[in-house]
């Protein structure tokens, strides 16, 4: 499912403001080892994730499990609000990390020795990263994340100057603003190594403004040349990935609650459950072609900005599976209603962000706009079913799905 890199031609005077020249010559299979990087182009046809962008993502899908085990761990002991405030800060950091290179592979990759190695040197950060996840949450202790994200953040900064030395004009300019403002929020996230606990919220929350501000800054007059369907589909495949990781941690809670407390008649209700939440939120999630719709710097960072919800909602309700199974076996100290409230909220979270993001561009009349916000609240009113929570919340997604379905016949049938 790759695709060969192409070497992009010099910028066309002629283009409009703003955009990038397409690029029309494919790089030969025996090309230089350092090759400069240059733009490629937006209409490129049958742009694909390559296999160095796929293994990125399962990499980093290591510090998205380790996010996840340590917010079962603090929602399980009581701790909700800590763990909850913990996980939004780390996965933001991961989330952002991936979102960097993601688009910067959408408009650079050139595919050359030099890109691969400063790729991998990235995904040694991630890896860094994912190993201190642990103790920033037990302990409070950032210096592991901060070593990591460093990593990533200086191999990301080699490349946006690579960029610059091969561009002239508006765009060297936006490369040269890229690799400033990595930089420059790098030094601002070194906060967390000096603050005291109180001010690291607030910190994370000026930061995480400025981080997603760089973009916007550094575009303002060229935008790089990122591909809308390479885009989607390196969000869509890191969204499966994501579901899978949900999917594998709740499995194995499962396993191991039955196998250690002989407790299949409380956890089938929540394995069946869990399983029908993930089966609908992919269905949901894939049942439109958001590509046609990112056309602009303004609707795809929207879009692309808002998958922090998406994405961390996802890995939440796999963490909130687990949490479930501990409170069926008795291990976790917490009632029922918070135990649920773990699987519905991120699952009803998901359903409305997906919706707000693309799926209501994509539906027509009141009651295909309606079926996803209803079936949020009805997941959430579903937290008060007892010990059969999850599975009453697994019937609503399945519901949601084939109601969905029914719909878009009918509508169908009637053109």
Not at 135 to 161: P, S
Not at 329 to 355: C, D, E, F, N, Q
Not at 386 to 410: D, E, F, K, M, Q
């Amino acid at each position: 499912m790759t695709s060969s890199p192409a070497s992009p031609a010099s910028p066309d005077p002629a283009a409009p403001h703003g955009s990038a020249a397409p690029s029309t010559s494919p790089a030969s299979p025996f090309s230089k080892p350092l090759r400069p990087l240059l733009a490629r182009g937006r209409d490129e046809e049958h742009r694909a994730a390559t296999p160095l962008e796929l293994f990125f993502d399962l990499c980093f899908v290591v510090a998205v499990a380790q996010a996840g085990a340590e917010l079962v761990h603090a929602v399980a002991e009581g701790h909700a609000g800590e763990g909850i405030l913990n996980y939004a800060m780390v996965f933001f950091a991961m989330f952002w990390a991936w979102v960097n290179f993601s688009w910067f592979a959408s408009a650079y990759d050139n595919d050359d020795a030099l890109y691969r190695v400063v790729t991998l040197i990235q995904i040694a950060g991630v890896l860094v990263f994912a190993a201190g996840v642990s103790r920033a949450f037990a302990d409070h202790d950032f210096l592991l994340v901060w070593l990591g994200y460093l990593i990533m953040r200086i191999a990301l900064t080699t490349q946006w100057l690579r960029v610059a030395r091969a561009a002239t004009g508006a765009e060297r300019g936006t490369a040269l603003r890229y690799a400033a403002g990595v930089l420059i929020c790098q030094v601002g996230w070194s906060g967390l190594l000096f603050l005291p606990e109180g001010g690291r919220p607030w910190l994370f929350l000026v930061m995480a403004i400025a981080e997603m501000s760089v973009p916007v800054i550094a575009e303002r007059a060229y935008t790089t040349a990122w591909h809308p369907h390479h885009i989607s589909e390196r969000y869509g495949l890191f969204t499966i990935i994501v579901l899978g990781e949900t999917i594998a941690a709740a499995t194995v809670a499962v396993k191991s609650g039955i196998e250690e407390n002989d407790a299949l008649d409380e956890l089938l209700p929540i394995a069946a459950g869990g399983l029908l939440i993930v089966f609908a939120a992919w269905w949901i999630y894939f049942v439109v072609p958001i590509q046609g719709r990112l056309r602009s710097n303004r609707q795809a960072f929207l879009w692309g900005y808002g998958h922090y919800v998406i994405l961390g909602s996802v890995a939440a309700i796999g963490a909130g599976i687990e949490v479930a199974v501990e409170q069926a076996v008795g291990k976790a100290h917490i009632s029922t209603v918070a135990a649920s409230a773990a699987v519905t909220v991120p699952t009803a979270l998901y359903l409305l962000t997906v919706w707000a993001l693309h799926s209501r561009y994509y539906k027509v009349g009141t009651a295909q706009q309606l079926v996803l916000p209803v079936s949020a609240l009805a997941v959430l009113a579903s937290t008060f079913a007892g010990r059969w929570a999850v599975l009453v919340a697994g019937l609503v997604t399945a519901a949601t799905v084939a109601t969905g379905v029914t719909l878009t016949t009918r509508m169908a049938r009637r053109s």
